[in-house]
Each structure stands twice: as C-alpha cells, then as structure tokens.
C-alpha cells in the first residue's frame, strides 16, 4: 500500500527535476546568446568608430581586493 505512494511521489520528483534543468538549461542558452549579440554589436560599433557604444576596456580590479603595484 505504501509501496506505490512512494513509487508515485519519486515519480513525480524525477519529472520535477528534469523540467527544472531543462528549463535552466532554456535560460542559460538564451543569456549566452543575448550576452553573444551584445559583445558582438559592441565589437562591431568599435570597429566602425561609433561613439554611443562604450569601448570594452580592461578589467577593473574589484573593490575590497588588493592590487600589487611595484
């Protein structure tokens, strides 16, 4: 009797965790690709010299980080 309560509500767990990373999964290809369109619109208004899009620069050091100068 208990047996098929416990088979339903495994059952049930698995198809949860599966929807759950597949819709990660869904997210995380979808912010790759905005991050891919963005990078590459950015390159493409640095290459053409245009102004309203800032240039990508070096990476600033984090606040609270020590910075080694010499």
């Known amino acids: 009797m208990i047996r098929p309560v416990v088979r339903g509500t495994i059952k049930t767990s698995v198809k949860l965790a599966v929807d ?33 899009v800032p240039r990508q620069s070096a990476k600033k050091p984090r606040a609270g980080k020590a910075v080694a100068t010499d």
Request: charged share 35%; glycine share 4%; hydrophobic share 50%.
């Open 20 to 52: 759950v990373k597949r819709a990660a999964h869904e997210i995380n290809e979808d912010i790759s690709d905005i991050a891919a369109e963005a990078s590459a619109e950015a390159f493409a208004a640095d290459v053409r010299g245009d102004a309203d």
